[in-house]
């Protein structure tokens, strides 16, 4: 015993590690070595039930024999036994050796996927977010309290609020070259807006690691972020549009860019999706076919494709890459509502639905999906990371995970009493090239998060 303890003693004097990295290693040491200890106990006494199990067999050969019955009936009958204890192995060592896995996973996770900023200062839930794709690159948030919010990604400062609409703001895109936002609301209209932003000096990122390692916990309600400061009232305030589209009968859901950014679409609770010029601000098409309300829009990074998403179970794909002919495709794989349907590389789009299914679908085979994801609890808005192929899910029951295109999970964010999403995540956003935040989530407890997710660490773990 004497030995060990120098043993241990010297090791920690030579080694390299933080002490709290090394306590970390030593405490899942130890765990794996209970559960190794407990396996083995189990194992002991499974040999001795083994034995048993033989003794009684001899017994009851001797007896068969002496009804003249087969031996044939005997085989049966052992084989039979054995196979329900080789069954009974294989369920004790894969619930043991689940643990351990389990508990290398989690570690994995958190070391991958650092909470980096809080964004907080909207006064009603955040229903979506996004980057801009032209410098300086902001955050942009959605909220039902009426405004759209745009940050710095870095300080986590408000830099400009919209007040533009009289309802919920359902959704927020960026233009693709120019200081432009697009917004959808509860008040039947999306706005295009004009903003002008200058970024604060970033002061330094303060360390999260110790917070990651937080055993995670489930959180009350009423925890929510302090808001007895309004952050937004010393930052500029937009009120009046550069262009209102206004051609829906019901509440605006999403609006979205179309490659170029000439032309908007947006998607409504009234069953239709409209797209715009966005010059003149007329209606160029009204996409009917949608038994239902729709829930999303989204439209295709380099080619003339939009594809909405629909409480009908449904999402259809519209084509109007020939001006003379605009087809539809439909999709039907979900059970429930589609809350979101996203294009990703190539050929695929991902579909999220409150049936708690992610799909993956090749545009070019609509019949069945190439890879699908179950999981726990609703899915909302997902955003696909284009140039590594990873998902992340954002849910109802306040989880955040991350799985590649062909289905395999990679990680699940943290989230603990001191961080991460204590009500709904409504929706996520990725910033591929970003050093400091690359993933973004937003929920309904009022605040969007910036994550740094480690993606070759997670795709190495695989």
């Given at each position: 015993?004497?030995?060990?303890l120098?043993?241990?003693?010297?090791?920690c004097s030579?080694?390299?590690?933080?002490?709290?990295?090394?306590?970390?290693?030593?405490?899942?040491?130890?765990?794996?070595e209970?559960?190794?200890?407990?396996?083995?106990i189990?194992?002991?006494?499974?040999?001795?039930?083994?034995?048993?199990?033989n003794?009684?067999?001899?017994?009851?050969?001797?007896?068969?024999?002496?009804?003249?019955?087969?031996?044939?009936?005997?085989?049966t009958?052992a084989?039979?036994s054995?196979?329900q204890?080789?069954?009974?192995?294989?369920?004790?060592?894969?619930?043991?050796?689940?643990?351990?896995?389990?508990?290398?996973?989690?570690?994995?996770?958190?070391?991958?996927?650092?909470?980096?900023k809080e964004?907080?200062?909207?006064r009603?839930g955040?229903?979506?977010?996004?980057?801009?794709?032209t410098?300086?690159?902001?955050?942009?948030?959605?909220?039902?309290?009426?405004?759209?919010?745009?940050w710095?990604?870095?300080t986590?400062?408000?830099?400009?609020k919209?007040?533009?609409?009289?309802?919920?703001?359902?959704?927020?895109?960026?233009?693709p070259?120019?200081q432009?936002?697009?917004?959808?609301?509860?008040d039947?209209t999306?706005?295009?807006w004009?903003y002008?932003?200058q970024?604060?000096?970033?002061?330094?990122?303060?360390d999260?690691?110790?917070i990651?390692?937080?055993?995670?916990?489930e959180?009350?309600?009423?925890?929510?972020?302090?808001?007895?400061?309004?952050?937004?009232?010393?930052?500029?305030t937009?009120?009046?549009?550069l262009?209102?589209?206004?051609s829906?009968?019901?509440?605006?859901?999403?609006?979205?860019?179309?490659?170029g950014?000439?032309?908007?679409?947006?998607?409504s609770?009234?069953?239709?999706?409209?797209?715009?010029?966005?010059?003149?601000?007329?209606l160029?098409?009204?996409?009917?076919?949608?038994?239902?309300?729709?829930?999303?829009?989204?439209?295709?990074?380099t080619q003339?494709?939009?594809?909405?998403?629909s409480?009908?179970?449904?999402?259809?794909?519209?084509?109007?890459?020939?001006?003379?002919?605009?087809?539809?495709?439909?999709?039907?794989g979900?059970?429930?509502?589609?809350?979101s349907?996203?294009?990703?590389?190539?050929?695929?789009v991902?579909?999220?639905?409150?049936?708690?299914?992610?799909?993956v679908?090749?545009?070019?085979?609509?019949?069945?999906?190439?890879?699908?994801?179950?999981?726990?609890?609703?899915?909302n808005?997902?955003?696909?990371?284009?140039?590594?192929?990873?998902?992340?899910?954002?849910?109802?029951?306040?989880?955040?995970?991350?799985f590649d295109m062909?289905?395999?999970?990679?990680?699940?964010l943290?989230?603990?009493?001191?961080?991460?999403?204590?009500?709904?995540?409504?929706?996520?956003a990725?910033?591929?090239d970003?050093p400091?935040?690359?993933?973004?989530t937003?929920g309904?407890d009022?605040?969007?998060?910036?994550w740094?997710?480690?993606?070759?660490?997670?795709l190495?773990e695989?």
């Open positions: 015993m004497s030995s060990d120098e043993w241990d003693q010297s090791a030579d080694s390299k590690l933080p002490s709290s990295v090394r306590s970390t290693l030593l405490e899942l040491f130890g765990q794996i209970r559960e190794f200890e407990n396996l083995y189990e194992n002991l006494e499974l040999r001795r039930e083994i034995d048993t199990l003794e009684r067999l001899a017994a009851e050969g001797q007896a068969i024999d002496g009804a003249e019955l087969s031996k044939g009936q005997l085989k009958k084989s039979h054995t196979s204890l080789s069954q009974k192995l294989k369920t004790t060592y894969k619930a043991s050796t689940s643990k351990i896995v389990s508990s290398f996973k989690t570690t994995t996770s958190r070391a991958a996927c650092q909470l980096v964004y907080i200062g909207h009603d955040i229903w979506d977010v996004s980057v801009a794709k410098q300086p690159v902001v955050l942009g948030t959605a909220s039902a309290d009426h405004t759209a919010l745009l710095s990604i870095e986590g400062k408000c830099l400009v919209y007040a533009g609409h009289v309802g919920s703001v359902n959704s927020i895109k960026f233009h070259s120019e432009l936002a697009l917004t959808a609301s509860g039947q999306a706005h295009i004009r002008a932003v970024l604060p000096t970033p002061q330094p990122v303060a999260t690691s110790q990651s390692g937080e055993d995670e916990v959180c009350s309600d009423k925890d929510e972020p302090d808001l007895d400061g309004d952050v937004s009232s010393d930052c500029p937009i009120r009046v549009p262009t209102s589209l206004k829906h009968q019901g509440v605006v859901i999403a609006a979205d860019w179309l490659v950014g000439k032309q908007a679409v947006t998607a609770w009234d069953r239709t999706a409209n797209l715009y010029d966005v010059e003149t601000s007329e160029v098409h009204s996409l009917t076919g949608h038994d239902q309300e729709l829930t999303h829009c989204c439209t295709h990074p003339r494709l939009v594809v909405t998403s409480r009908d179970t449904t999402f259809r794909l519209w084509d109007f890459r020939d001006p003379s002919i605009h087809s539809v495709n439909v999709f039907q979900h059970t429930d509502t589609v809350t349907a996203v294009f990703t590389v190539g050929d695929n991902v579909s999220g639905s409150d049936d708690r299914t992610v799909k679908w090749d545009l070019k085979n609509m019949r069945s999906p190439i890879a699908t994801i179950r999981t726990d609890s609703a899915i808005r997902i955003n696909v990371c284009v140039g590594q192929k990873i998902i992340a899910l954002p849910h109802d029951n306040r989880q955040v995970r991350l062909s289905g395999v999970r990679l990680a699940r943290p989230r603990s009493s001191r961080q991460g999403h204590r009500r709904m995540v409504c929706c996520s990725w910033s591929e970003h400091v935040c690359n993933l973004f937003c309904f009022r605040q969007a998060i910036g740094n997710i480690n993606i070759p660490a997670l190495q695989k």
